[in-house]
């Protein structure tokens, strides 16, 4: 299943020598496509990774509310926390569970809404360049192994099959206005995971 919501520019891939992607869609994650999309800026580079923590309601994980959230499907009534962010239209290309499910919600090819107000390197507008990858987790506490395990081997499928230079936290890209994945989130291991990829890190630590 995929989203007919946007209609990204394929131009802006090259072909993957797993063979694993389709019109910007990972293969083997599993698809729930959003419709807060977009499309990227014709001739746009594909070059940078953030990583993004969330849980909802926050701290509780496993409740199927960030699918929900992602999909404008979230019960506004359903939790307190929920009231806060009524009528949020947001989304992440990716979803890690912390059992290391992978979720895809938006072709990697279009433009998902994950960044907001944000810059890197002097460039604004990270959702125009960027991949985001949301893992399930509360900003600035740990996270599993086994999410761990999947990101790596995602951010090797994305580097793959897109020209990413560099990978960074939302905190990075957001500083002071946002901080997540936070403390908790080990930069070290996920830099030593990726040492064969050619990608520099914003994240503290050297491996």
């Known amino acids: 299943m995929r989203s007919m919501t946007c209609s990204p520019d394929t131009h802006t891939s090259f072909t993957s020598k797993t063979a694993q992607w389709q019109d910007g869609w990972l293969q083997s994650a599993q698809h729930l496509p959003s ?21 909802l309601p926050p701290g509780e994980y496993g409740t199927g509310c960030v699918q929900q959230l992602f999909t404008n499907q979230l019960n506004w009534e359903a939790h307190p926390y929920f009231q806060g962010i009524r009528g ?5 290309h990716f979803f890690i569970e912390r059992s290391g499910t992978v979720w895809q919600f938006v072709s ?10 944000s810059q890197w ?19 600035g506490l740990g996270f599993e192994a086994s999410q761990y395990q999947a990101l ?16 960074a936290g939302h905190e990075h890209i957001a500083p002071g206005r946002k901080y997540d994945p936070g403390a908790g989130f080990d930069w070290v291991q996920l830099q030593r995971g990726l040492a064969a990829l050619p990608v520099q890190f914003a994240g503290q630590g050297k491996a």
């Open 108 to 117: 990697c090819d279009a433009r998902a809404w994950h960044a907001g107000k």
């Open 152 to 167: 790596i081997a995602l951010c090797q499928e994305v580097a793959a099959h897109y020209r990413i230079a560099h990978i």
């Open 88 to 92: 949020l239209e947001v989304s992440a």
């Open 35 to 55: 419709p807060n999309c977009g499309l990227r800026p014709a001739g746009m580079p594909i070059d940078l990774v953030v990583v993004h923590s969330i849980s």
């Open 121 to 139: 390197q002097g460039r604004e507008n990270c959702n125009d360049y960027s991949i985001g990858i949301e893992l399930e987790g509360l900003e």
